[in-house]
Nanobody, 117 residues
Framework: QVQLVESGGGLVQPGGSLRLSCAAS????????MYWYRQAGGKERELVAS?????????NYVDSAKGRFTISRDNANNMVYLQMHSLKPEDTAVYYC?????????WGQGTQVTVSS
C-alpha cells in the first residue's frame, strides 16, 4: 500500500531554513509526480510545490514562497524534499507530501513547521 512519511519539521526562527523529507513506498515512485502541501491552523490545505516524475519539471504555487522553497527528489531512494529558506511566521503550518495514484490522492501524516522567535 502507498505510504508517505514526512520528517524534518520543527521550530525555527524567522529567516532560518529547514529541509523537509518524504519517504515513499508502496508504489513505483519514479513514475509519479509528487507534491508538497501545507495547512495552517484554521485554513484550507494549499498546494505548495510539485515535481514531475523525472524531476525535470518543478512548480511553486504559493507566491510568497517563490524563490524561497525548492522541491527536489531522489528516485534512487524514493525520497522527495522541500528545501525552505528565509522562513517567515506565515510559513507556519503542517506540511504534507502527496501522490495521486489511480485517481486517489494519498497523504503522509504531515510534519509541523513552526516559524517563531
Amino acid at each position: 500500500q502507498v505510504q508517505l512519511v514526512e520528517s524534518g519539521g520543527g521550530l525555527v526562527q524567522p529567516g532560518g531554513s529547514l529541509r523537509l523529507s518524504c519517504a515513499a513506498s508502496g508504489f513505483t515512485f519514479s513514475t509519479y509526480a509528487m507534491y508538497w502541501y501545507r495547512q495552517a491552523g484554521g485554513k484550507e490545505r494549499e498546494l505548495v510545490a510539485s515535481i514531475s516524475s523525472g524531476g525535470g519539471d518543478t512548480s511553486n504555487y504559493v507566491d510568497s514562497a517563490k524563490g524561497r522553497f525548492t522541491i527536489s527528489r531522489d528516485n534512487a531512494n524514493n525520497m522527495v524534499y522541500l528545501q525552505m529558506h528565509s522562513l517567515k511566521p506565515e510559513d507556519t503550518a503542517v506540511y504534507y507530501c502527496a501522490v495521486v495514484r489511480d485517481y486517489q490522492r494519498y497523504w503522509g501524516q504531515g510534519t509541523q513547521v513552526t516559524v517563531s522567535s
